[in-house]
């Protein structure tokens, strides 16, 4: 399943985003979902350099990507755009209670524990990197980072995955991760960087990821090549 101009399913993306942050946009996560669920989708894209039209404010507020439309059901942020597409693929969402309690809540914890803190390094190593604050601020921030690797990893061990299988918190923690990719803080766990790997050779990761990378090498502007 990929892209579909006919599909149903519509999610919102961008046409070109600068190189740092290809392959991170968020939309990737519900690509990835639609693909590990077998769903076609059909895209709408947007130009990030431009205001978003005064419409899509009705669909996310923020003026964010990815939105999701199918039929009747409307739907921003891509953590519960991935727990809703879940529902229905046991790859992403197992069905026994116990299983679909502890999957729901590694999506949560990739959202919740773990972004935050590597957010705030990714703005100070890409927006920020000369700034007086941001050379005093970033080695506690990268401390807090560390420390929170220190216990995911320290969590997942030597299983291939967070609860032994890939569900939709694998996902949600391998996209949340490659956010580091500017660094080599995921390289010195050396179990977490394997996990990284194992869930990027999925073939519904790359699939998806070739489909998010396709605009922008359609759409590259000429100052930017």
Known sequence: MSVDSNADIEISAFTWVPDFAKGLVRDLRVRWALEEAGLSYRERLLDARQERPEDYFQEQPFGQVPIYRDGGIHMFESGAIVLH?????????PRDPVGRARATTWVLAALNSVEPRITELA???????????A????P?????VRERLGRLAA???????LEGRFTA??????????NLRQTDLVAEQANLAAYVARCEARPAFQQALAAQLAPFEKHQPADAA
């Open 155 to 161: 969590w997942l061990g030597d299983k291939d995955h």
């Open 85 to 93: 597409i879940a529902e229905s693929s046991e790859v992403l969402m």
């Open 140 to 144: 506690e921030v990268e401390r807090k």
């Open 169 to 178: 918190g694998d996902l949600m923690m391998a996209t949340v991760l490659r």
């Open 123 to 133: 703005n100070i190593d890409l927006f920020n990197a000369d700034a007086d604050w």
């Open 135 to 138: 050379r005093a601020r970033r």
